[in-house]
């Protein structure tokens, strides 16, 4: 499923919901008003994202701001995360897995680590109740010997991006913490700070 795609889907489920969504120029991305049952949206710069985030406003028939800058307020965090998982959802059932996940973000225009905090949380709740999901198999390789072979390539190292590293040597992100552990050893070893 593309990005127009995407969008077409959450404008007709955000139209379902009786909210009259327009295309104009805007400052913001997108602005819905549950109260009037409208809604704007900048067709240059929105992501399937921000539109699902309006799409879960309208939902709930959230009404008001507490201010300018609230994204710590319970209806801002809510429609962030159920955002998330909805377009994980049809993420999945477009056919797509957890082993494309850059793929998903390029696409859906979600922010990377919340979307990991997230999706990890909900597949760490289907592994409690024993879905009846594929599980990827454990990783049998040296980590330590791609971690190394991983940081030879630089010539000076300030950052070491565990997700990049991961995803260089085509590795599941369930190793981001083993991976740090690796770093951290090699780190210590050489007296270097990452």
Same mark, same amino acid.
């Given at each position: 499923?593309? *990005?127009?795609?995407? =969008?077409?889907?959450?404008?007709?489920?955000?139209?379902?919901?009786?909210?009259? #969504?327009?295309?104009?120029? =805007?400052?913001?991305?997108?602005?819905?008003? &549950?109260?009037?049952?409208?809604?704007?949206?900048?067709?240059?710069?929105?992501?399937?994202?921000?539109?699902?985030?309006? =799409?879960?406003?309208?939902?709930?028939?959230?009404?008001?701001?507490? &201010?300018?800058?609230?994204?710590?307020?319970?209806?801002?965090?809510?429609?962030?995360?159920?955002?998330?998982?909805?377009?994980?959802?049809?993420?999945?059932?477009?056919?797509?897995?957890?082993?494309?996940?850059?793929?998903?973000?390029?696409?859906?225009? &979600?922010?990377?680590?919340?979307?990991?905090?997230?999706?990890?949380?909900?597949?760490?709740?289907?592994?409690?109740?024993?879905?009846?999901?594929?599980?990827?198999? #454990?990783?049998?390789?040296?980590?330590?010997? &791609?971690?190394?072979?991983?940081?030879?390539?630089?010539?000076?190292?300030?950052?070491? *991006?565990?997700?990049?590293?991961?995803?260089?040597?085509?590795?599941?992100?369930?190793?981001?913490?083993?991976?740090?552990?690796?770093?951290?050893?090699?780190?210590?070893?050489?007296?270097?700070?990452?």
């Amino acid at each position: 499923m593309t *990005k127009d795609e995407l =969008l077409d889907l959450i404008l007709l489920n955000i139209e379902r919901l009786g909210i009259v #969504m327009n295309p104009t120029t =805007l400052d913001q991305y997108a602005i819905i008003n &549950c109260e009037k049952c409208i809604g704007v949206y900048d067709p240059v710069s929105i992501t399937p994202f921000i539109l699902a985030h309006e =799409l879960i406003h309208a939902k709930y028939k959230d009404k008001q701001r507490h &201010c300018d800058n609230d994204i710590l307020s319970h209806e801002e965090k809510r429609a962030n995360k159920e955002a998330i998982l909805l377009l994980w959802e049809i993420y999945i059932e477009q056919g797509g897995n957890a082993n494309y996940f850059p793929n998903f973000i390029e696409v859906s225009g &979600c922010p990377f680590e919340t979307s990991i905090t997230y999706i990890k949380e909900i597949e760490n709740i289907c592994e409690n109740l024993d879905c009846e999901e594929e599980k990827q198999p #454990m990783f049998n390789g040296n980590l330590r010997s &791609c971690a190394i072979d991983y940081i030879s390539q630089f010539d000076v190292i300030q950052v070491i *991006k565990i997700y990049d590293f991961l995803e260089a040597y085509n590795l599941s992100y369930n190793l981001y913490d083993k991976a740090i552990t690796v770093f951290n050893e090699l780190a210590n070893q050489q007296e270097i700070a990452y």
